[in-house]
């Protein structure tokens, strides 16, 4: 069950990482969201949720 977890968690930072890179935000923001996601995976993720750069996937 642990395994299940921890692959649910590593594809959501992945797409996370993904999104922020998709962003319009300057670079060094970006590295400084992507560090946050990889070094704090799950606390990252949802800090990243509620309060990072979104893709602009649409426009």
Same mark, same amino acid.
């Not at 977890?5 to 060094?28: E, K």
């Not at 400084?32 to 750069?53: D, E, H, K, N, T």
């Given at each position: ?15 996370? =990482?993904?999104? =922020? ?19 704090? $995976?799950?606390?990252?993720? =949802? ?5 990072? $750069? ?6």
């Amino acid at each position: 069950m642990g395994y299940i977890i921890s692959a649910i968690i590593f594809a959501l930072d992945v797409w996370a =990482i993904a999104s =922020i890179i998709n962003t319009n935000v300057q670079t060094s923001t970006k590295i400084i969201w992507i560090v946050l996601v990889a070094v704090l $995976p799950v606390l990252g993720l =949802i800090i990243w949720w509620f309060a990072g $750069p979104k893709a602009n996937y649409g426009s």
